[in-house]
């Protein structure tokens, strides 16, 4: 999320308002009720979290103006081409309408089409989202509904389980009308517990967890399907080729959030102290591929270099 939708949602929060989201190509005037937001870009190509973030923080209702899109206008040849009215929609239109479609599908009543005429006069003036008048107190965190309910930080993804959750509509529901989440439907087999995939991770979502009991150690790699953005490096410089993709994943799988890729019995490197899958013997695989190859590295060449920078 970048800093000006967070401007809006403040807004919203702060104000608790029904707004018309409009077209970024939009040159349509509306009436002073409509609270007109036009978005820097076309709604069809607006992020899919928007609307329910928008809910999710207060708004009363959003409206979307599905006629109010100018983008990707059929060519020159196809303008003239109908008299029923649909060439002069555009292409664009079709995008639009698809996102409404999966707006209302996954929100209700919450979202509508708008359908107010034009006004001749008493125009209302149209918001910039990248510039709305958010107040002083609701930007600085300091309004009754200035903190936002949900962290503008956070992925898409993780922010519209966040939304679903704070509108009341359960994660599955997802799976009908959102795009289809980032999360990378990880599968492990082979692990050595190195933690290359760990300190690889962008986005944090990999971990090593070791529990002990008694004399018997086990470790786990944990996957956090939320925060996971597919970023692929785990499996690029995974030195066991452990890690791979199997099916893809539903937004009720994501809902899980951690789950355990795979657990195994370790014990503790007597050299470097790491942890490594019980074999029999006392130094890790690391630590045995330098005893073998004492002047050279091991971690692969893509690590290396991001790691040095
Ligand atoms: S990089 Fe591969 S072997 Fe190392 S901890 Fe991750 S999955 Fe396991």
Avoid at 75 to 97: I, K, Q, W, Y
Avoid at 115 to 127: L, M, S, W, Y
Avoid at 186 to 213: H, K, M, R, Y
Wanted: proline share 7%.
């Amino acid at each position: 999320m970048n800093i000006q939708t967070t401007r809006l949602l403040r807004w919203i929060s702060d104000e608790e308002l029904q707004i018309t989201l409009v077209c970024g190509s939009s040159d349509r005037s509306y009436p002073r009720s409509a609270t007109p937001v036009q978005l820097p870009g076309c709604i069809a190509e607006a992020s899919f979290v928007l609307v329910p973030e928008i809910l999710a923080c207060g708004a009363e209702k959003v409206l979307i103006d599905v006629d109010s899109c100018n983008c990707e206008k059929t060519d020159e040849g196809d303008a003239g081409a109908g008299s029923d009215g649909e060439s002069a929609a555009g292409l664009g239109d079709t995008g639009v309408r698809d996102r409404f479609a999966a707006w209302r599908g996954l929100l209700g009543d919450a979202v509508a089409e708008f359908e107010g005429d034009e006004p001749r006069f008493r125009k209302a003036e149209v918001i910039s989202a990248e510039d709305p008048p958010v107040s002083r107190r609701a930007l600085f965190g300091l309004g009754a509904g200035s903190s936002l309910p949900i962290d503008p930080t956070l992925s898409d993804d993780e922010r519209l389980l966040k939304a679903l959750d704070a509108l009341g509509i359960p994660a599955d529901r997802a799976n009908e009308f959102a795009p289809p989440p980032q999360a990378a439907p990880l599968v492990a087999d082979g692990c050595i517990a190195c933690g290359v995939c760990v300190a690889a991770c962008p986005t944090g979502s990999l971990e090593l967890q070791t529990i002990n009991e008694g004399a018997a150690e086990q470790t786990t790699l944990v996957h956090d399907r939320i925060s996971c953005v597919s970023a692929g490096e785990c499996i690029k410089l995974c030195p066991e080729t452990a890690l791979s993709l199997s099916q893809p994943l539903s937004w009720t799988n994501v809902a899980q959030g951690r789950v355990a890729l795979t657990t195994f019995e370790t014990t503790k490197c007597r050299k470097c102290g790491a942890m490594y899958p019980r074999d029999g013997q006392d130094l890790c695989p690391t630590c045995r591929r330098k005893a073998d190859n004492p002047f050279g590295y091991w971690l692969p060449p893509g690590f290396e270099r991001k790691n040095r920078g």
